[in-house]
C-alpha cells in the first residue's frame, strides 16, 4: 500500500505540473496548485478574473490499465465526506476550503468510525481530491489534493507534568553535594551522597570528604564572632568581628554566575513607543526640558557641522543662540517658516508636579531684509549716507531688498526668542518673543532664522550671572560703566546675516573660554575714500561701539557696588603714523580689525571644581591699507566715482590663560631623582596620603584633613586595646 500511496503522490505531481503549465494561459489559477493535507481543512486561493466561474469537486480515480487519472471534470463526483466552501475575497480573488465532514477518532462505542485500533500506524483517511475551477462548463483552472489523515488519539483525562523546581541560587547553593559525581550510584566518602545506603554510609564515614566539597555548604567562616574562642582569636577581634545568621555562608552562590535570561521579544516592525524619563526631584543644569505629555521641548538649533536641527532638546539652564537658513522657494518650504502663536504657547513641566504656559508676544520687523539674503539685488552705500554701521540713517540710493517681487509670504517667522525664569530646580515663567515679517521669495533667495534661549534667576528684572563665583564656560562676558554703582553690559562682536553688510550686521555677546573672528563688509566708492581722517574715525568708532564698557567683571557673579570684583578695560589707541592723504581712491591706516584680549587664571576650587576669573583686559585695534581696485589695468577705472567696492572690518577675542600664582621651583632633589616625580611616574610617594594633601580636589580640604584625623584616631584606639599596648603595660609595671 505504501508503493501504491508513493505511486499516487508521483501521478499527481506530475498531473498538477501539467495543468499548471496548460492553465498558464487561463484568466484564473490555483495558487497553490497542489496540496497534500494531513489535517481535517485545507484551503487555496483562485487568483483572476473569477466572474462566472463555477466550482466543483470530484474524487480522482486511477485507471488500472494505463495508470493516469482522470481529466479535469466540471461535474462533481459522490465526495460526501468533504465539504467545499468558498468566499470571495477582493475583486480578483476567491477563497476556496475544502472540510472534512467526519470524525478521526478511534473506535468507540459512540463513534463509530474507519479509524480503528489495529489502523493506527496506518492513514485514516487517503484520498484524492481533484477542484475544478470551470466557465460555460469548460475547465479552466484545477487543485489536486492528496490527503494522508491519521487518526487522533484522546486523552485519558487530565495530563500531569512532573515540574522540578530549581531554588534560588542566590539564596540556596544548587549543588548541595559537590562530591556526588556519579549518577544512579553511590560515590565512596561522599556521606551527603543520597543514592549511598546507610550501610554503605557506615563504611567509609570516618573518612567523609570534608568543607564544601563534602556538602558542608554552610561553613562557619572566621570572620564570624561566633567563632572567636575556637579560633583562638586576639583580643581586638571583637571590633572587627561579624554578626551574621549560619545561614548567610559565603559559599551560597557558589554556582551561580549572576547572569539572569531575558526572554526576547518576536520582531515587529512596528515603531516603538519610547518613553522619556522625567526629572524626579526637578530639572539639573544640563537636563532636557519636557512639555505635557512626555515628550521633549525643542528649539531649532544649528549643529557642530552647521546642519540646522528643528527639533533638538532644550537643556536647562544652558542659554544659547543659533541660526538656520532656510531657502525661501515657497511660503512652505519649511515647518519653520510659519509658525502660529498656538503652536507656540505649548505646556511645559516646571520640574515637579505641574505645568505652566508660554506666553507668546509678538513683534512686526518694518524691515527684514537683514534676515533676508538674494545674490540678485546687492545693497550698496553712498557718501551721502551718515554711517556705515547699524544705527545710521539708510543711504538714499541703497537697492530695494524685494525690488520687483511678487510673490510675498505673510506673517512669516524672523526670530523666536525664548526667556526662562528659574528658581531652584523647577521653572517659574516661560515666555517668547516672536518677531514676524513679510518677506518675499525668490529661488535665489536664503531667510536666515534666528533662535534664543536664556535663563533668567528670579524675577525677569534680574540680570542673570555667569557663574557662581567663577566664570562658567560659554556664558556671557559681564561688563560696565560706571563708578560708584556699576551699570551692566556685554562686550559684543559682529554677527552678520543676510548680506554680510556691516549696516545691517546684529552683534552677539563674547562668550567666556570661547575665542571667536567676526566680521563684516563695508561698501565704498572713490567719494568715500576721498577723505581719509574721516573714514578712520568712523571705522574707529564703529569698532570701538563693540566695547562700549570701562569695567569688565571680574567674576561670574560680580557684585555691581564693589569696585573691587571689576577690572579696568585697557584701550590701546591705533597705530596711525600717516595723516598726509595719499592718492586718489588709497586711505592708509584704517583701523578696520579689533582684538580683545581677555587673561584668565584659575584662583581655586569649589567643590572639586575650578573656578576661572578675569585678571585684564585689552582692547587693540589693526591698520591696514585700502585701496579702490582697478579692473582691466585702465587707470581711469580709479577716477570712476560709480565704482563701489567692499572692504571687510573684522573684530576677534583672544582668552589667554595665565597662572594665578608663580610656579614652584623644582628642587635639587626633583631634579635629581626623576622617579619620584608624581607627573612622571605612575609611583607617587609624596603623596602617599593623599586624601589628606593639597593634590585631593575631590572635597574641601578641611572635611577631607577631619575625616583622616577621625580614621587615625580609630588605628590608635585599636593599638591601645589590643596585644602590643598589654604588653608595654606590663614591661612599664616590671621596671617600676
Known amino acids: 500500500m505504501t508503493l501504491r500511496l508513493s505511486h499516487t503522490v508521483l501521478l499527481l505531481v506530475c498531473l498538477s505540473l501539467h495543468v499548471f503549465v496548460k492553465d ?30 463555477t466550482v466543483s469537486l470530484s474524487a480522482v480515480t486511477q485507471s488500472n490499465t494505463t495508470g493516469t487519472i482522470s481529466s479535469p471534470s466540471c461535474t462533481a463526483s459522490n465526495t460526501s465526506q468533504w465539504q467545499l466552501i468558498q468566499e470571495t475575497v477582493g475583486k480578483n480573488a476567491l477563497k476556496v476550503t475544502l472540510h472534512l465532514n467526519r470524525s478521526l477518532l478511534l473506535c468507540g462505542s459512540t463513534d463509530q468510525t474507519d479509524c480503528c485500533a489495529a489502523a493506527v500506524l496506518l492513514p485514516c483517511v487517503v484520498e484524492a481530491l481533484q477542484v475544478s475551477a470551470c466557465l460555460d462548463n469548460n475547465s479552466q483552472a484545477t487543485l489536486l489534493v492528496q490527503a494522508e489523515i491519521y487518526a487522533q488519539i484522546p486523552s485519558n483525562g487530565t495530563v500531569s507534568e512532573v515540574k522540578t523546581v530549581i531554588p534560588n541560587q542566590a ?45 558542608n555548604v554552610s561553613p562557619p567562616f572566621d570572620q564570624q564572632c561566633s567563632v572567636q574562642a575556637a579560633n583562638n582569636a586576639p583580643d581586638w577581634f571583637p571590633f572587627l568581628c561579624v554578626q551574621s545568621p549560619a545561614a548567610n555562608s559565603p559559599f551560597l552562590g557558589l554556582f551561580y554566575q549572576g547572569a539572569t535570561v531575558n526572554p526576547k521579544t518576536s520582531p515587529s516592525f512596528e515603531t516603538p513607543s519610547l518613553s522619556v524619563p522625567l526629572p524626579p526631584n526637578g530639572y539639573k543644569q544640563g537636563d532636557p526640558i519636557f512639555i505635557v505629555g512626555n515628550r521633549y521641548f525643542t528649539i531649532p538649533q544649528q549643529s557642530l557641522v552647521g546642519q540646522c536641527i528643528q527639533k533638538a532638546p532644550v537643556a536647562y539652564l544652558q542659554d544659547f543662540q543659533s541660526s538656520c537658513a532656510v531657502p525661501l ?75 520687483g517681487q511678487s510673490s510675498i509670504c505673510e506673517n512669516v517667522t524672523l526670530s523666536l ?46 540680570l542673570a550671572n555667569s557663574g557662581n563665583p567663577g566664570y562658567q ?57 576721498s577723505n581719509c581722517s574721516q573714514l578712520r574715525e568712523m571705522v574707529h568708532s564703529g569698532l570701538a561701539a563693540l566695547v562700549n564698557a570701562t569695567l569688565v567683571a571680574k567674576k561670574g557673579n560680580s557684585k555691581v557696588l564693589n569696585q573691587t570684583d571689576w577690572v579696568h578695560t585697557k584701550y590701546v589707541p591705533p597705530n596711525i ?7 586718489p581712491g588709497t586711505c592708509a591706516d584704517v583701523p578696520s580689525h579689533l582684538n580683545i584680549r581677555i587673561n584668565t587664571s584659575v584662583v581655586g576650587v569649589v567643590g572639586g571644581v575650578p573656578q576661572q576669573e578675569i585678571q585684564a583686559v585689552e582692547v587693540t585695534f589693526g591698520v591696514v591699507t585700502w585701496q579702490i581696485q582697478c579692473g582691466g589695468g585702465d587707470p581711469a577705472a580709479c577716477v570712476n566715482s560709480t565704482v563701489v567696492q567692499s572692504f571687510p572690518v573684522s573684530a576677534s577675542v583672544t582668552f589667554v590663560a595665565i597662572p594665578a600664582q608663580p610656579l614652584t621651583p623644582k628642587t635639587r632633589f626633583q631634579i635629581n631623582y626623576t622617579e619620584y616625580d608624581c607627573d612622571r611616574n605612575d609611583v607617587c610617594w609624596p603623596q602617599l596620603a593623599f586624601p589628606l594633601t593639597r593634590y585631593y580636589t575631590g572635597e574641601p580640604y578641611s572635611q577631607s584633613l577631619a575625616k583622616g584625623m577621625i580614621l587615625i584616631f580609630f588605628f590608635i584606639v585599636a593599638s591601645v586595646l589590643g596585644t602590643p599596648w598589654n604588653q608595654i603595660r606590663q614591661a612599664w609595671n616590671n621596671l617600676f
Not at 553535594?177 to 550510584?185: F, I, K, V
Open 577 to 583: 603714523t600717516s595723516t598726509i592723504e595719499g592718492q
Open 473 to 529: 564656560i560659554g556664558k556671557p562676558v559681564i561688563a560696565g560703566n560706571g563708578l560708584m554703582e556699576i551699570n551692566r553690559t556685554f562686550i559684543n562682536l559682529w554677527q552678520p546675516v543676510g548680506n554680510g553688510l556691516c549696516a545691517s550686521a546684529k552683534t552677539t555677546p563674547v562668550l567666556f573660554g570661547e575665542d571667536s573672528s567676526t566680521g563684516c563688509f563695508l561698501r565704498l566708492n572713490l567719494q568715500d575714500l
Open 171 to 215: 539564596y540556596q547553593p544548587l549543588g548541595p553535594c559537590p562530591c556526588n559525581l556519579t549518577a544512579g550510584a553511590c560515590d565512596i566518602r561522599c556521606c551527603c551522597d543520597q543514592e549511598c545506603t546507610p550501610e554503605l554510609v557506615r563504611l567509609f564515614e570516618s573518612q567523609c570528604f570534608s568543607g564544601v566539597f563534602g556538602g
Open 24 to 53: 498558464g494561459c487561463a484568466s484564473v489559477v490555483f495558487q497553490p496548485a497542489f496540496i497534500l493535507a494531513s489535517g481535517p481543512s485545507v484551503t487555496a486561493y483562485l487568483l483572476g478574473n473569477t466572474t462566472g466561474i
Open 329 to 403: 522657494t515657497n511660503c512652505g518650504s519649511s515647518p519653520s517658516l510659519c509658525i502660529s502663536a498656538s503652536d507656540l504657547s505649548v505646556n511645559i513641566h516646571n520640574g515637579f508636579d505641574s505645568s505652566i504656559t508660554i506666553s507668546v508676544r509678538e513683534e512686526i520687523s518694518s524691515d527684514p531684509s537683514a534676515f533676508v539674503s538674494n545674490p540678485k539685488e546687492v545693497q550698496t552705500l553712498s557718501s551721502t549716507q551718515t554711517s556705515l554701521f547699524p544705527g545710521g540713517e539708510p543711504s538714499s540710493n541703497s537697492g530695494n531688498l524685494f525690488a
Open 417 to 462: 526668542k525664548y526667556t526662562f525664569h528659574w528658581n531652584g530646580n523647577n521653572l517659574t515663567n516661560v515666555s517668547v518673543t516672536q518677531t514676524i515679517g513679510r518677506v518675499c521669495w525668490d529661488a535665489g533667495a536664503t531667510l536666515t532664522q534666528r533662535f534664543a534661549a536664556v535663563f533668567i534667576n528670579g524675577n525677569g528684572a534680574a
